[in-house]
């Protein structure tokens, strides 16, 4: 119980009076009010613990699942991208693999190309280039550049490869367009070589159909050792490329040109002097330079001075040299397959019978022995013992300019 006197307060407890000041009174309330208070919160926290812990584990609950689902999500996209990295380097293996057995093939196939060229040169050339000046040689196309050699790049250059533009797969299509670019030139160099293979031949063939000069010949006299066996021709398998078809029939084609140029080597296609040929008299029906009387002239006459050297025009061997009446000084050539030479009216001989003398060699001098009216040299061809306009087989030898 309470009572307020003057400015004080009086508590009236069990028959007790406690007289309290105004700021003592409600510091009292003031701490009653808080007891209640507090009293009240305890209550209500113990009241609804087991809710705001349920609440709050739910929640704690909820929160870890979210987390857990979006940990799985996140592996499986790292797991979907590393097994797409493993396929993409896969394919890109296997594209590189690619590269490296076309690759390889290409350099295979320059080796052929190159092996070819060397036979142009090495066999066809020189088997018809004439000693002396004014010799030809076969001439061939001009062999590629670019021989296959491409670099690619290995496993360990992959990642330069990666950052480069475009990345692998544009690294891929640019090695795909080089090797492209290399078996194109390859095919046009094999296709450019038959051609001029065939052309050669063709134009040769009918330059010796002209001549009446066939192409047997004694082909072991080519060779310098024994070889024999049993003829088997040579066959191709089905299954192979129209690469290796190509490179055989071109080795073919080769093997006729060889042929048909140890053919033209043994034709007398050269002029027997130096210089251009000074025409004294032709071939055929002439008047005789001592009786006036028509004639058969055999030969054709060349201006010259005495000494000038008098050179075979082609390979063979001498079948005679010395005198022989009107012809005076004079040596005899067989060149083999019914071709025979004469060169008649020489001042000296610088051959003799059985010797074997090359194309564009010195076999004499010219001069004036013999039936003769100044100097010169009187140069016969005959074939099978018939005898042969030399400007015929001259003329043959500028339609062949360029072959031989």
């Keep these: 119980m309470q009572r307020r006197a003057g400015n004080a307060y009086t508590l009236v407890h069990a028959g007790r009076a406690v007289r309290l000041r105004p700021a003592a009174f409600w510091l009292l309330v003031a701490l009653l009010a808080a007891m209640v208070g507090w009293t009240l919160t305890t209550a209500t926290y113990f009241a609804f613990r087991e809710n705001v812990l349920t609440s709050l584990i739910a929640r ?47 350099e295979s196939r320059a080796n052929a190309l190159n092996g070819l060229y060397g036979g142009v040169s090495g066999e066809v050339t020189g088997s018809i280039r004439q000693g002396g000046r004014g010799a030809g040689e076969i001439r061939g196309a001009k062999p590629p550049n670019d021989k296959g050699a491409l670099r690619v790049p290995r496993d360990t250059d992959l990642r330069s490869y990666a950052l480069a533009p475009g990345g692998v797969s544009a690294t891929i ?22 051609e001029n293979y065939e052309l050669k031949a063709k134009r040769m063939r009918t330059v010796l159909a002209e001549l009446g000069v066939g192409l047997a010949r004694n082909t072991a006299a080519e060779h310098t050792g024994a070889m024999g066996g049993p003829f088997i021709p040579v066959r191709l398998p089905k299954e192979s490329i129209a690469f290796e078809r190509q490179i055989q029939r071109i080795s073919l084609a080769r093997t006729h040109l060889y042929r048909l140029s140890r053919v033209l080597t043994s034709v007398p296609l050269r002029k027997p002097m130096e210089g251009e040929v000074d025409l004294a008299s032709g071939f055929g029906v002439r008047l005789d330079p001592f009786s006036g009387s028509p004639a058969m002239h055999t030969g054709i006459d060349i201006h ?85 306009d030399p400007q015929k087989f001259l003329r043959a030898a500028q339609k062949l300019d360029g072959s031989i």
């Design 60 to 106: 704690q609950t909820e929160m870890q699942y979210g987390y857990e689902d979006r940990i799985a999500e996140l592996r499986g996209q790292v797991d979907r991208m590393s097994s797409r990295q493993l396929l993409d380097q896969e394919q890109y293996e296997q594209k590189l693999e690619q590269i490296l057995r076309r690759q390889t093939a290409l």
């Design 304 to 388: 010259g001075e005495v000494g000038d050297t008098v050179r075979a025009t082609a390979d063979g061997v001498v079948s005679a040299a010395g005198w022989n009446g009107g012809y005076g000084r004079s040596v005899d050539i067989d060149h083999g397959n019914g071709l025979t030479s004469r060169y008649a009216h020489l001042s000296a001989i610088d051959v003799r019978v059985g010797q074997n003398v090359k194309c564009g060699q010195i076999i004499g001098r010219l001069g004036t022995s013999g039936r003769s009216t100044g100097p010169h040299l009187h140069y016969e061809t005959r074939i099978r013992g018939e005898a042969v």
């Design 173 to 194: 299509e640019r090695l795909h367009a080089s090797l492209d670019r290399v078996e194109q030139q390859q095919t046009t160099a094999l296709n450019g070589m038959e």
